[in-house]
């Protein structure tokens, strides 16, 4: 009696799990893809879970090593990582700057000492 008992109860859920299957298709057969007019809940910008990263004005090597950024959903956050390269490469951009004056410097000098 039990094993006829399990075997109905299957029965019923497979049953159930068809018909519903069935609406499905019948429904999902004539949409189409629309565009959505507000923002889909779910797909916000994550919660830091570290404070935001914060350079000096001018970054030595030792600060870029303590440069930490927060783990977004696929890996770390763009927009902090997008502003920590913008600041380096500014850096690094004055630096060339500087020695490129400071070569010039020296070859005008050392010209300037020749000629005498």
């Known amino acids: 009696m039990p094993f006829v008992l399990v075997f109905l109860a299957l029965l019923v859920v497979g049953g159930t799990a068809l018909l519903l299957s069935g609406r499905r298709r019948a429904a999902d057969a004539g949409r189409h893809f629309e565009a959505v007019p507000e923002p889909i809940v779910g797909l916000a910008e994550p919660e830091a879970s570290l404070p935001p990263v914060l350079l ?24 902090q990582v997008d502003d920590t390269l913008d600041v380096l490469a500014a850096e690094i951009t004055r630096l060339e700057n500087v020695i490129r004056d400071i070569e010039s410097r020296r070859v005008i000098s050392d010209t300037a000492g020749n000629s005498q």
């Open 56 to 79: 000096p004005e001018h970054p030595r090597a030792n600060d870029v090593d303590k440069v930490r950024f927060s783990l977004g959903l696929r890996g770390y956050r763009c927009d």
